[in-house]
């Protein structure tokens, strides 16, 4: 079974930086995978923040693009997010997550595969 178990979170003060990392076993042709990060504030909806596909194109959230970075290391099965500029509403619960289908920042289906989460939280 495929497991995601992400790490990196804490609490920063606005303007700080952190970097998730997620790592991936327990499924196949990893390389046919799309991965993400998703995050959830209290009280709000789940969204996406950045996706990158199977041959490494990203795409990001309009809110965190020129922000954040999303990366991944396939020999290390490793998913990495780079949050720099923290701002205040960053702060959430991050979820890692795979699906061996194409990934959307808006608008598409929950992800097959998710990760416990890690929290953000940013102060001002």
């Known amino acids: 079974q495929v497991q995601l178990v992400e790490s990196g979170g804490g609490s920063v003060q606005a303007g700080g930086s952190l970097r998730l990392s997620c790592a991936a076993s327990g499924y196949t042709s990893r390389t046919y995978y799309d991965m993400g990060w998703f995050r959830q504030a209290p009280g709000k909806e789940r969204e996406g923040v950045a996706i990158?596909?199977?041959?490494?194109?990203?795409t990001y959230a309009d809110s965190v693009k020129g922000r954040f970075t999303i990366s991944k290391d396939n020999a290390k099965n490793t998913l990495y997010l780079q949050m720099n500029s923290l701002k205040p509403e960053d702060t959430a619960m991050y979820y890692c997550?795979?699906?061996?289908?194409?990934?959307?920042?808006?608008?598409?289906?929950?992800?097959?595969?998710w990760g416990q989460g890690t929290q953000v939280t940013v102060s001002s």
């Open positions: 990158i596909d199977a041959i490494f194109r990203p």
């Open positions: 997550a795979a699906d061996r289908g194409r990934l959307r920042v808006a608008g598409g289906p929950p992800p097959n595969y």
